[in-house]
């Protein structure tokens, strides 16, 4: 036996072969080795082990880890400054992904950090790359890994422990890595709780499951247990209720005057962890758990502080002047008694030399004892662990000294029972086996308190294992347990070479124990051989296998049962037990050939106990059992009936019969009994198979003696892995979400036979022609999808594809706008639309300024002319950003150590044709620029994609300009960072930085962002933030503050978004005031007040969105009356007592009276019924906005708000949103649809305009309706309806006279509606025709009214059109109808400076409005985007049937909970079906992917973009035959690698497969054939089968030879089988062709049946069989072989059956009666046919 050294002390001696430090200081220090084994998350990564080796050595650390069976290892190592103490691994509170209020959580191993612990430092390492280093204010002497942080203890000097040790805290916890120690309270009876003081308490050791800490007390020489408890604050402050200092804060100075007047103080005040205390603004009694900073205090400044009690206690009485808290003079009284008591100690109250006050050191843990021995044994346990038993009892092992004491655990409940002399003990984790170490040197096995054996460590092979399982789980407790402490102690000089080694060895030992004969003891001979070496040769473990059967032994010995042995009555039992285990591993491929051993024992017992079907079937099994007839040897006396289970049949459990009659229909209900967790595959396979009768209850049942398994069944060995998964639809799904469900892996199909693997595998084929795209990882790295199993990583982050890469930023925006990406490159086709939107849209470019000179004009008046029309072009430049967002939204990944580059906004124009540079006087137009730079700012910001983890808050700031010119464009930025969510990211600090600048805008796009990052949280920092720029959230004595308007205006929407659908009673109450605000005081709220009452109705409509008359809470308030009011007017005073307005000063300059100016409030008040009832339908608000009939009554009301009357009218009734032209006219008023827009004029009486304008304004806002409706669904019938409309107003506008007549604000204001109406139904797919009609409007410059705010519109509109760069469009969700009407309120600027009506700035919220609602499936291999077409379901509603759509990736799609499910077809790429139904996890990671999708290519064709007819198919071109060579040319094996990318078929097929001329016949031949298996497997995407298809070959090659194989012809009959009952049924793509499986069972009847007969051919031995001839053991093993397979293949019911037929029936047979006999197990009538002839002939 050699010694074991550890890898990482290889690899330190490998790197310092000449290191001395052990004939140093250190060499009497021993080297640390610790090893961890943690488990792999299964739902990740897959299900792997890694084991992690530590190793130490003085002051280097060597951490070694690898998977378990791979030869890498990875090596890290750290050297220290001072020698290591101890490392080990721990897992902190910060790293668990749940909190728990106590320590008893479990936590992954992936959470835990290496910490390295030194004398006066710990440092501490995470697998991410974490590290942190905290020093400790003491010295530690050892460390100990709890559940949730470290234990320490400290180390204690001399001097230390003779002055004051008692009073010093001993043990410490850390609960983060970069916190202090915390002093460990300890639980006392009596209900109070002091510290581990001083040396006294000594740990010994952990104690794992449940956790304790052993603790050996050095006063009493005891030990005990402890319960770690970890404390909340309040808890925290309840432990130091006993202790008068833990309740009051001390000042500094008072402390002080203190510290030196008291002698007991320690003169280090390193001795204890001192934190800072900040105290609560609020006066409290509690302590304050906040703002803890770790003090470092240099040992000079300790070392000088000295006290003295005498003059403390003159000073004590001064403390009770102090005001502390809401203590009582008791409390100060407590204080001065405690501080008199000699040995006080102070060392626990922080001494800060600062202003602020101190706290005593607070606890984090808690422990409680729970037990104490006895015993004194004056000597520290060495050792403490729990194990369990076999039998699932409970045991604390302990060893102190030389001595192992045992006690049964209950409950916290400990009771001695054993004690032993031991030196050390081990506890096998995986079996609870205790193997201990006496004073001898010898080992034992113990389990609980029973002694096993010696130590043996080769006994756990598998099968053996297995079997004692069983035994344990189905006999007796006592038969069980001594069983296996004989097999232990007869095992212990055992040494196996393989599992038949281990199996012969185990069925010899069952043999020994059932048997009456007395067996040498092998032991006595090998301890009278001195010569080792002889000895091993005399054992029988080494004599070579074969040499000598069981059975063998039993003929030669005449072995007979031993009736008296304690288990003989329980045979029947251990028959049955061992025989499931014979099931179970006749369905592993690499041991069910190897069982021979154990069939050999299982027929011993047969015969024992006369059971004849259990005979043949161990016969059928292993031929030569055929030759032994031993039952005239054994006695056959069977045992009493009552002994035989009821769960026993007569008939032997057969795993592959019992499958085929699960197929067979009628379905069988014959029950397949299993050991859970034991016979892992029947389980597996019974609850499968279970499926296709659909009655699991009734045909697979548990059986089971005991709940715990013993040697730890359910740990890390096994497949079986319960969790939560979804049912399937089909069979195939079932039994796919069960492999799942017990986490069944591909690789364990290989090792099953191939007849059970072919079913699975053609189960996983059906499932993998149609998946779904909601199943788990697991089910499909079972189908083989890897597409799918990359889009199920998608799932859990935002993956970066090749155009998503970062980028450098220093080019312009238009360049990436130019040049597109792969995907939009798909979308639009060859087309140019996308550049000519970039080219549209650019704003970085001079334009060029065309003005033809008049002859009369001077060079003055040209150049004026010409910076006149610059003026006008530049004003459609600066609309261009909001545009320009729109297209570029979420665009780019930047690159985090350049600053984003902004394009410019340029404003100066080119002259041709030199091209000469004009340029704008500035001083001209003061402030043009402001809020263009600001959309500038925006438009780059929304450039950036959400979700990325490198936009932190230095970032930010890092792009924060050096010179006021850029301001305003870097506040657009930051509001671009909160709309896309960034912001959040924003430091507290940075944020008072930003708002302390004093800069307007920065301040509006900041507060803006983060409501928006923010939006429905309520969070308090941020409503503090917005309540200092709104007056109303003032309090009523505030100061005066300067806030610009248009910052209160984005305050208030601010407001709305924060507290989105919250119903929040005091801001509604707030923004119900503020809609009706009247100007004052002084000059405040006099100019833009339109602005700031619709920002405030819509802010409002936010809160109360959708909710309507339901809203709890805010009944009384009457809501929509006083909106209401605020539409039609009335008196302001009374709205004002109704809602307890706070009366503030009016204006000296506007006086407005006592009534409501519906001029101001009418819109915001508008706006906010209509979100207030968004969606519900409600027919009596919303005739509230219905259109007067009469002229009268429309001369009395504004033409303009008709339009957002209709607007927010079908807001309400959404449902009844129809997308004609005659819903669209039925909105507008008779006599408005007859005199509106008419060419004659006869009725005097009539105001034309009036009614012309009322038709215009209504049927924009019922297109508004519309648009919002349908937005991003580009409904076609919108579609049309809208661009009729457009077209009209456009032609009104190229009518001069009803341009004249009309009103060209008015022509103007419903275009821009109507365009956007447009723009947002066909939001994201960049429509030709909406770009050619939005292309004139952009081209139309020159008259007053084509203004800025209408190049907005028409800018807005293409944006919307192209939204994302086609990838993104608009969601109609109530928050994001919510955001669209914010951002397209349809009154613009006039210039750029104009907020009258609406902040600009609010124009950028239809970015929380967006959906990446496209679909991008990129092939699996390269990641490329790819055309696929696939086929959409949706859903039935109330207004339309369930329709399916056919369309083609990438594509936008409609709204995803309209959608039933998603099918990607077509012949060139695998299928998947996704269910969107009622899926929403599913919905949420398609926009979480931004509907991002693989797909994998089917073998041999090209995508449709390489060939978009499908002519280039690999598989449509026949291959060139050479002259004699059929399959082996090289143009087919190349083929193969053509077709797939697996390495290790093109491997098999070139080396394998590549026949040359010198090659033999038969070679070249099997190469062929191997060849052409090889060829249709891959072709057919069906290479799991490859093997199976071998095998099946390798079987027919050797029945033509003559070489029978029973087990073989048993899965071939259930392969067959399988085919033929049940794919029929069900399955249509088979991966056996019909063709093989007609040619396998043609050439098994060629060989088997006679053609005469129609039986076997060797007739002779079959009627021997059927007769139970005896002379059929001397038949020859060839034809033994032969009937086995025969009876295998066919299903021959068991001999005696037939001969008892015969004997029955006295007269021929036929066919018919046969089949009415109904003989056991319903033979098929192919069986029936087979053993007819045999019958008649008997």
């Not at 499910?1461 to 929403?1480: A, C, F, M, S, T």
Request: aromatic share 10%.
């Amino acid at each position: 036996m050699e010694d074991f050294i550890p890898a990482g002390k290889i690899y330190f001696q490998d790197r310092h072969p000449h290191d001395k430090s052990e004939t140093h200081s250190y060499q009497q220090r021993k080297d640390i080795w610790k090893v961890i084994t943690c488990h792999t998350d299964e739902q990740n990564e897959g299900n792997g082990s890694t084991e992690k080796e530590i190793y130490v050595h003085n002051k280097t650390a060597v951490l070694s880890f690898n998977d378990i069976g791979s030869t890498n290892k990875n090596v890290k190592t750290f050297t220290m400054e001072t020698p290591i103490i101890d490392v080990l691994w721990c897992t902190f509170s910060e790293d668990s992904n749940t909190e728990s209020t106590d320590l008893h959580g479990h936590h992954s191993v992936k959470n835990q950090k290496l910490c390295i612990v030194e004398q006066n430092f710990i440092s501490f390492y995470g697998e991410d790359g974490s590290f942190f280093t905290s020093s400790t204010p003491f010295p530690v002497l050892r460390a100990w890994s709890l559940l949730n942080g470290l234990l320490m203890q400290r180390k204690f000097t001399q001097s230390e422990y003779e002055k004051s040790a008692k009073q010093i805290p001993g043990l410490y916890t850390i609960s983060n890595p970069i916190d202090e120690p915390h002093p460990v309270l300890k639980n006392l009876e009596i209900g109070q709780s002091k510290y581990f003081y001083g040396p006294e308490y000594q740990i010994a050791s952990i104690v794992s499951g449940p956790e304790l800490v052993l603790i050996f007390n050095n006063r009493n020489k005891k030990h005990s247990l402890w319960i770690p408890q970890k404390l909340k604050s309040k808890n925290t402050s309840d432990s130091f209720s006993t202790d008068p200092l833990a309740s009051v804060n001390f000042t500094d100075q008072r402390l002080r005057d203190l510290a030196t007047k008291s002698q007991n103080l320690h003169q280090s005040l390193a001795l204890s962890p001192f934190r800072s205390y900040s105290p609560s603004p609020v006066n409290s009694s509690m302590v304050s758990f906040h703002n803890y900073i770790a003090l470092p205090v240099s040992r000079a400044n300790i070392a000088a502080q000295q006290i003295h009690s005498r003059q403390g206690t003159e000073d004590i009485n001064r403390l009770q002047h102090l005001t502390v808290g809401c203590h009582h003079t008791s409390a100060i009284s407590g204080i001065q008694s405690s501080l008199n008591h000699p040995g006080r100690d102070f060392s626990f109250v922080k001494t800060n030399y600062g202003n602020e006050l101190l706290q005593p050191v607070l606890s984090e843990v808690c422990l409680v004892k729970v037990w104490e021995e006895n015993l004194s044994p004056n000597i520290v346990a060495k050792k403490a662990f729990f194990a369990t038993d076999f039998y699932g009892r409970k045991y604390f092992y302990c060893l102190v000294g030389d001595q192992l004491r045992i006690y049964i655990y209950d409950d916290m409940d400990f009771k001695l029972k054993l004690t032993l002399e031991s030196t050390d003990i081990s506890c096998m984790q995986e079996t609870g086996i205790i193997a201990v170490l006496d004073n001898s040197s010898d080992i034992y096995l113990y389990s609980g308190i029973l002694q096993l054996c010696r130590l043996n460590s080769d006994i756990w092979e598998i099968p053996v294992k297995s079997s004692l399982a069983a035994l344990h789980q189905l006999l007796p407790e006592e038969i069980g347990s001594t069983i296996m402490a004989q097999y232990l102690k007869a095992s212990v000089n055992g040494s196996y070479r393989n599992i038949e080694c281990s199996l012969n060895m185990f069925v010899n030992f069952l043999l020994r124990i059932v048997s009456a004969n007395e067996f040498s003891d092998e032991s006595e001979k090998i301890n009278n051989v001195t010569d080792v070496w002889s000895a091993v040769l005399q054992m029988s473990s080494h004599t070579p296998l074969g040499e000598e059967d069981l059975l063998d032994l039993v003929v030669k010995k005449s072995i007979k049962p031993d009736r008296n042995w304690i288990g003989y009555q329980h045979l029947p039992s251990i028959l049955f037990a061992l025989h499931l285990i014979y099931e179970e591993f006749k369905l592993d491929s690499t041991a069910s050939k190897l069982l021979y051993p154990l069939a050999q024992f299982l027929f011993f017992c047969a015969n024992v106990l006369d059971a004849k079907s259990y005979l043949d079937h161990y016969r059928r099994d292993f031929p030569q059992l055929f030759t032994y007839n031993i039952s005239k040897i054994v006695s056959t006396d069977q045992p009493s009936l009552q002994m035989v289970p009821s769960y026993m049949t007569s008939e032997p459990i057969n795993v592959r019969k019992w499958m085929i009659q699960c197929f067979s229909i009628p379905k069988q209900d014959t029950k397949l009994y299993y050991i859970p967790k034991i016979c892992k595959r029947m389980e597996l396979i019974g609850k499968i198979c279970a499926e296709f009768t659909g009655n699991e209850e009734t045909i697979a049942e548990p059986i089971s003696r005991y709940e715990y398994y013993m040697f730890n069944i359910n740990g890390a060995d096994q497949f079986l892995k319960a969790c939560e998964i979804s049912t399937g639809s089909t069979i195939s799904e079932k039994c796919l979400m069960l492999l799942v469900s017990y986490g069944f892996r591909s690789w364990r199909l290989q090792s099953l036979t191939f007849g059970v693997q072919l079913i699975l595998y053609q189960i996983l084929n059906d499932c993998r022609r149609n998946p779904s795209g909601s199943w788990p990882k697991l089910a499909y790295e079972l189908i083989n999808r890897q597409d799918l199993i990359e889009q199920s990583k998608l799932r859990s982050s935002r993956h970066l594809f090749s155009e998503d890469r970062p980028k450098s930023t220093n080019d312009s925006l238009e360049e990436e706008i130019d040049d597109g990406t792969s995907v939009t490159d798909l979308i639009f086709g060859k087309d140019l639309r996308l550049k000519e939107v970039g080219r549209l849209l650019r704003s970085s470019k001079p334009v060029a300024v065309s003005v033809a000179r008049k002859p009369e004009s001077s060079d003055h008046e040209f150049i004026e002319q010409q910076e006149e029309w610059l003026y006008t072009i530049c004003q459609r430049t600066m609309a261009l950003p909001v545009g320009r967002g729109m297209l570029t939204l979420f665009k780019s990944c930047p690159i985090v150590a350049e600053v984003l580059s902004i394009p410019p906004l340029n404003l100066t124009g080119r002259i041709p044709p030199k091209n000469a540079i004009i340029k704008l006087e500035m001083d001209n137009y003061p402030g043009l620029t402001e809020w263009p730079l600001f959309h500038n700012g925006v438009a780059a910001g929304l450039s950036i994609m959400p979700g990325l983890s490198q936009i932190d808050s230095t970032w930010i700031v890092y792009n924060k300009p050096q010179n006021e010119q850029s301001t305003n464009e870097h506040a657009g930025f930051l509001m671009a960072l909160g709309l896309s969510g960034h912001l959040s990211n924003l430091e507290a600090a940075s944020i008072h930085n930003y708002l302390s600048m004093g800069h307007s805008m920065i301040s509006l796009g900041l507060l803006l962002g983060i409501a928006a990052a923010k939006r429905g949280t309520m969070d308090l920092a941020v409503t503090k933030m917005l309540s200092v720029h709104i007056r109303a959230l003032l309090p009523p004595t505030s100061a005066e503050l300067n806030i610009a308007h248009d910052v209160q205006v984005a305050s208030i929407i601010g407001i709305g978004l924060l507290y989105q659908r919250s119903l929040h009673r005091s801001m509604v109450k707030m923004l119900l005031i503020e809609i009706g605000r009247g100007p004052g005081p002084e000059m405040e709220n006099c100019t833009n007040r339109e602005s700031y009452s619709v920002a405030a109705g819509i802010a409002l409509g936010m809160i109360t969105l959708g909710c309507g008359d339901s809203s709890p809470g805010l009944s009384d308030l009457n809501l929509s009356a006083y909106l209401y009011n605020y539409v039609v007017g009335g008196n302001k005073n009374i709205i004002k007592r109704s809602i307890d307005e706070k009366s503030s000063p009016p204006s000296y300059l506007v006086k407005e009276g006592e009534s409501i100016n519906v001029n101001v409030t009418a819109p915001g008040a508008i706006l906010s019924l209509g979100l207030m009832y968004l969606k519900t339908n409600n027919r009596s608000i919303a005739d509230w906005f219905a259109a007067p009939n009469t002229q009268s009554l429309l001369e009395v009301c504004r033409p303009d708000f008709l339009l957002l009357k209709t607007w927010s009218r079908y807001l309400i009734m959404w449902d009844s949103i129809l997308p004609t032209t005659t819903w669209i006219e039925n909105q507008i008023p008779p006599i408005a649809q007859e005199y509106g827009l008419s060419n004659t004029k006869t009725n005097t009486t009539l105001d034309y305009e009036l009614l012309s304008q009322v038709k215009l304004y209504i049927t924009a806002g019922a297109c508004m309706a519309i648009g919002f409706r349908f937005a991003g669904s580009a409904n076609a019938e919108g579609f049309s309806t809208l661009v009729y409309y457009l077209k009209f107003v456009m032609n009104l506008q190229q009518n001069g006279r009803m341009y004249e007549e009309i009103g060209r604000c008015t022509i103007e204001m419903c275009l821009g509606a109507i365009s956007l109406a447009l723009a947002m139904v066909m939001s994201g797919t960049g429509n030709l025709t909406v770009l050619r009609l939005l292309r004139r409007l952009h081209s139309q410059l020159g008259p007053a009214e084509i203004n800025y705010g209408r190049h907005m519109v028409v800018h807005m509109s293409v944006g919307l059109l192209f939204l994302g760069g086609g990838q993104y469009t608009l969601s109609t969700t109530n928050e994001s109808i919510a955001y669209l009407v914010a951002s397209l309120y349809p009154y613009f600027p006039v210039n750029s400076n104009d907020n009258k009506y609406h902040l600009q700035a609010f124009r950028h919220l239809y970015v929380l409005a967006s959906q990446p609602r496209i679909m991008i499936t990129r092939d699996i291999d390269s990641g490329d985007p790819v055309y696929v077409p696939i086929e959409v379901t949706l859903k039935g509603t109330d207004s339309y049937e369930r329709s399916v759509l056919n369309l083609t990736t990438p594509c936008l799609l409609p709204e995803l909970h309209l959608i039933e499910q998603i099918n990607i077809e077509g012949p060139r790429y695998w299928p998947i079906r996704l269910e969107l139904g009622n899926d929403k996890r599913l919905q949420k990671t398609i926009l979480d992917s931004c509907g991002n999708v693989y797909v994998k290519r089917r073998a041999g064709f090209l995508s449709y973009k390489a060939d978009p007819k499908g002519l280039q198919n690999a598989l449509a071109r026949d291959f060139s035959i050479e002259k004699g060579s059929l399959f082996c040319q090289p143009s087919k094996i190349n083929k193969i690698a053509s077709l797939t990318s697996d390495k290790s078929k093109v491997a098999f097929a070139e080396l394998l497969c590549n026949g040359t001329k010198s090659d033999m016949n038969q070679e070249y031949n099997l190469k062929a054939f191997y060849l052409s298996i090889l060829f249709e497997c891959v072709k057919e995407e069906k290479t799991e089968i490859t093997t199976i298809c071998i095998t099946i070959f390798h079987i027919l090659h050797e029945l033509s030879a003559g070489t029978f194989d029973s087990l073989s012809f048993a899965e071939m009959n259930l392969m067959i089988s399988f085919y033929e009952i049940w794919i029929k049924q069900s399955i249509k793509d088979k991966l056996i062709s019909t063709e093989l499986l007609e040619y396998t069972k043609t050439q098994i009847s060629r060989c088997m049946l006679d053609d005469n007969t129609g039986t076997f051919k060797e007739l002779d031995a079959f009627l021997k069989y059927v007769n139970n001839d005896p002379a059929l053991s001397t038949t020859s093993l060839a034809t033994l072989e032969r009937l086995a397979s025969f009876l295998h293949f066919y299903e021959i019911p068991v001999g005696y059956h037939l001969s008892s037929i015969s004997n029955y029936e006295g007269h021929e047979c036929d066919l018919l009666s046969l089949t009415l006999m109904k003989l056991d197990g319903n033979p098929s009538t192919e069986t029936l046919l087979r053993i007819l002839p045999v019958i008649n002939m008997n």
